[in-house]
């Protein structure tokens, strides 16, 4: 399957700090990929769609004054969590689905687990 | 109303058994269903993605799909302690939601020796 990278792994942060996150598609190019946040024992929740040249589709209850998505080019998008706080601790993952693959097969990014002090 | 089921588990099967996996979807218009496996602290990896109704095998992995029905299953033949985790379903809606996948609960699998 196709692969996706996520930058870092994990962060430590204090609380009122912005945090950014970097996911790549590495052997593809993505002109939509998703952002995920998973938090112990749930399932994932769908945040945004990350759309290439154009702004974030965010889901309802997120806030997207407080995570900022960009999507420069077709193989990164980065998800920026501005003045964090302790109840933004979590499992951050992106997504990506290869045009090229097969139907639409998602394919996910190591994840990020952000800890906010 | 949760769109898509799964039983919580944990599902507890002795190593080389077959490991039965079910969920069930609310939504009719749903049309591409796949199965991830979760391990601890690890993000979620693709193991069978189905679309028509009926069966579809890869390796020691078995998808079942009935839209009539809604329900998508996910066989694991053989089963392994490396295979115990939590297994998502997910599905893609399509339409104009298309490529946003909405994931089940997760099964959690515990395969013992």
């Known amino acids: 399957g196709a692969v996706v990278s996520q930058h870092p792994s994990w962060v430590i942060c204090k609380s009122g700090t912005s945090v950014k996150i970097e996911c790549r598609s590495l052997?593809?190019?993505?002109?939509?990929m998703f952002w995920y946040r998973q938090f112990p024992k749930q399932s994932l929740m769908l945040m945004a769609t990350?759309?290439?040249?154009?702004?974030?589709?965010?889901e309802q209850g997120v806030e997207k004054d407080k995570f900022l998505i960009n999507h420069a080019s077709l193989t990164l998008s980065t998800l920026t969590v501005t003045s964090a706080h302790p109840e933004d601790s979590s499992f951050y993952i992106c997504s990506a689905r290869d045009p090229g693959g097969v139907r639409n097969e998602q394919f996910f990014g190591p994840g990020t687990r952000l800890t906010v002090l | 109303q949760k769109e898509v089921e799964q039983n919580s588990g944990p599902l507890s099967v002795p190593e080389g058994a077959i490991a039965s996996l079910n969920c069930t979807y609310s939504d009719r218009v749903s049309q591409s269903f796949f199965w991830y496996r979760q391990y601890s602290g690890k993000s979620p990896e693709l193991i069978m993605s189905?679309?028509?109704?009926g069966d579809k095998e890869d390796g020691r992995f078995t998808a079942q799909l009935n839209k009539a029905s809604q329900y998508v299953s996910l066989l694991i033949r053989d089963s392994q302690p490396s295979d115990s985790a939590t297994y998502l379903c997910?599905?893609?809606?399509?339409?104009?939601?298309?490529?946003?996948?909405?994931f089940g609960q997760g099964t959690i699998l515990t395969v013992h020796p």
């Open positions: 990350s759309n290439e040249g154009s702004k974030a589709t965010y």
């Open positions: 052997d593809f190019q993505a002109t939509t």
């Open positions: 189905i679309y028509s109704n």
């Open positions: 997910a599905l893609d809606a399509g339409g104009t939601s298309y490529g946003k996948l909405t």
